[in-house]
């Protein structure tokens, strides 16, 4: 590696901390003092107080590494190759017979590294932190999940819930179950006061794979004889040995029906935007999940195209911008900078504008996903070739 080149290479570095470290601690800054009342009412004293709230930005930084690499990464190139302009180090280096190509090789090897810390980041880092990312700045991971919203499974069972207890794994309140009239030939009502999820990793239950209703009621009734077991997908439990305990004291009135559904905990508490905290492999799993229907699909079919492109949109934000700096325009710094921030809001309003057409159905998502690649990486392609060596 070159002198120059390391030049280069530690320039981009400090640039990008710079960048983020501003953008960044600024948001904390701001957010933490809006919300610490927040944060105080699932915490007792200043260093308990102190804990969340560094555990808490701590994990999020996954996600501003996310949503701000890209831009940080074009930001930190600027100014990189500004400084280089500013101090006369290019007319050096030009001079010297070095152009303007080789010269930025090592911006653009920085910035393919970081696009690829964000592909590692996407895929490997947010997933594991995706439900602390999910939760709410007063929420410490064991309140109750509200606002539970109503899932089909791929026979047709409707199944909501008033409140989920995450620790039993329970929904609670008012939990229904809708089946519909081809399995059993009528409309069916499944009505509990608490519905238990029974993972099919639970060997010691004599039921797996399914939810088991405490104090419900089925209307209309079905025969006995077809809820053997063996003969339907809702079975009624005469004895609950094996099965978790009930949540809460108390006989709960009515009888015990086990459903089976590939409906899992998980699916039925999931937030409406998880998909964003998903890796592609769960991203695939939720295609295929009868759970996932409406606007879901299209959003995580989006996503999954979003996933692809993403680092090649950030390298052809990168490519469009550089040419305003270092081409014609970049005779006076402040007009460059300031065109290329005008070139990353019209780039992003594109990218912005096509996943809203995307998941809204107006355009196929593939389309609405690829067009700003095509449109762009011709105009880059274009300005690229306009650097002057």
Same mark, same amino acid.
């Given at each position: 590696?070159?002198?120059?080149?390391? #030049?280069?290479?530690?320039?981009?570095?400090?640039?990008?901390?710079?960048?983020?470290?501003?953008?960044?601690?600024?948001?904390? $800054?701001?957010?933490?003092?809006?919300?610490?009342?927040?944060?105080? /009412?699932?915490?007792?004293?200043?260093?308990?107080?102190? *804990?969340? %709230?560094?555990?808490?930005?701590?994990?999020?930084?996954?996600?501003?590494?996310?949503?701000?690499?890209?831009?940080?990464?074009?930001?930190?190139?600027?100014?990189?190759?500004?400084?280089?302009?500013?101090?006369?180090?290019? +007319?050096?280096?030009?001079?010297?017979?070095?152009?303007?190509?080789?010269?930025?090789?090592?911006?653009?090897?920085?910035?393919?590294?970081?696009?690829?810390?964000?592909?590692?980041? /996407?895929?490997?880092?947010? @997933?594991?932190?995706?439900?602390?990312?999910? *939760?709410?700045?007063?929420?410490?991971?064991?309140?109750?999940?509200?606002?539970?919203?109503?899932?089909?499974?791929?026979?047709? $069972? $409707?199944?909501?819930?008033?409140?989920?207890?995450?620790?039993?794994?329970?929904?609670? &309140?008012?939990?229904?179950?809708?089946?519909?009239?081809?399995?059993? !030939?009528?409309?069916?009502?499944?009505?509990?006061?608490?519905?238990?999820?029974?993972? #099919?990793?639970?060997?010691?239950? @004599? %039921?797996?794979?399914?939810?088991?209703?405490?104090?419900?009621?089925?209307?209309?009734?079905?025969? =006995?004889?077809?809820?053997? =077991?063996?003969?339907?997908?809702?079975?009624?439990? /005469?004895?609950?040995?094996?099965?978790?305990?009930?949540?809460?004291?108390?006989?709960?009135? !009515?009888?015990?029906?086990?459903?089976?559904?590939?409906?899992?905990?998980?699916?039925?508490?999931?937030?409406?935007?998880?998909?964003?905290?998903?890796?592609?492999?769960?991203?695939?799993?939720?295609?295929?999940? =009868?759970?996932?229907?409406?606007?879901?699909?299209?959003?995580?079919?989006?996503?999954?195209?979003?996933?692809? +492109?993403?680092?090649?949109?950030?390298?052809?934000?990168?490519? %469009?911008?550089?040419?305003?700096?270092?081409?014609?325009?970049? /005779?006076?710094?402040?007009?460059?900078? &300031?065109?290329?921030? &005008?070139?990353?809001?019209?780039?992003?309003?594109?990218?912005?504008?096509?996943?809203? +057409?995307?998941?809204?159905?107006?355009?196929?998502?593939?389309?609405?996903?690829?067009?700003?690649?095509?449109?762009?990486?011709? +105009?880059?392609?274009?300005?690229?070739?306009?650097?002057?060596?």
């Amino acid at each position: 590696m070159r002198i120059l080149d390391r #030049e280069r290479y530690w320039a981009f570095l400090k640039a990008y901390m710079t960048c983020y470290i501003s953008l960044v601690g600024l948001y904390v $800054v701001i957010d933490a003092f809006s919300n610490i009342d927040e944060f105080m /009412k699932r915490c007792e004293g200043f260093p308990e107080l102190m *804990k969340a %709230m560094g555990r808490y930005y701590l994990i999020h930084q996954a996600a501003y590494f996310d949503m701000l690499g890209g831009v940080i990464s074009m930001m930190a190139a600027i100014f990189t190759v500004t400084w280089m302009q500013r101090n006369n180090e290019h +007319l050096a280096m030009l001079a010297a017979g070095v152009s303007t190509h080789r010269a930025i090789r090592p911006v653009l090897v920085s910035s393919v590294l970081v696009s690829g810390l964000a592909v590692s980041n /996407k895929e490997v880092i947010i @997933p594991r932190f995706a439900e602390d990312l999910q *939760k709410s700045h007063d929420d410490d991971g064991t309140r109750n999940v509200t606002a539970i919203p109503s899932r089909r499974d791929e026979r047709g $069972v $409707v199944l909501s819930g008033l409140e989920a207890v995450r620790s039993k794994q329970t929904l609670v &309140g008012r939990v229904n179950a809708t089946i519909p009239e081809d399995i059993y !030939g009528k409309l069916r009502e499944l009505e509990g006061q608490q519905a238990t999820y029974i993972p #099919e990793g639970m060997s010691r239950a @004599p %039921m797996r794979g399914g939810w088991l209703f405490r104090g419900a009621t089925l209307r209309p009734d079905i025969e =006995p004889e077809q809820l053997e =077991p063996d003969a339907s997908i809702l079975t009624l439990v /005469k004895d609950e040995a094996g099965f978790p305990p009930q949540h809460g004291p108390g006989i709960l009135p !009515g009888r015990t029906y086990f459903l089976r559904t590939s409906l899992t905990f998980k699916a039925m508490t999931r937030k409406p935007d998880w998909y964003q905290y998903a890796s592609l492999g769960e991203l695939f799993d939720g295609m295929a999940d =009868p759970a996932s229907e409406g606007t879901e699909r299209n959003d995580i079919t989006v996503e999954i195209h979003q996933r692809f +492109l993403k680092p090649l949109l950030s390298l052809t934000l990168l490519f %469009m911008t550089l040419p305003l700096v270092l081409g014609s325009y970049g /005779k006076n710094m402040f007009i460059g900078l &300031g065109m290329s921030l &005008g070139n990353s809001a019209m780039f992003y309003g594109l990218v912005i504008a096509c996943a809203y +057409l995307g998941t809204n159905a107006v355009l196929p998502a593939a389309l609405a996903c690829w067009l700003p690649l095509f449109a762009f990486g011709l +105009l880059a392609t274009w300005r690229w070739d306009i650097i002057r060596t």
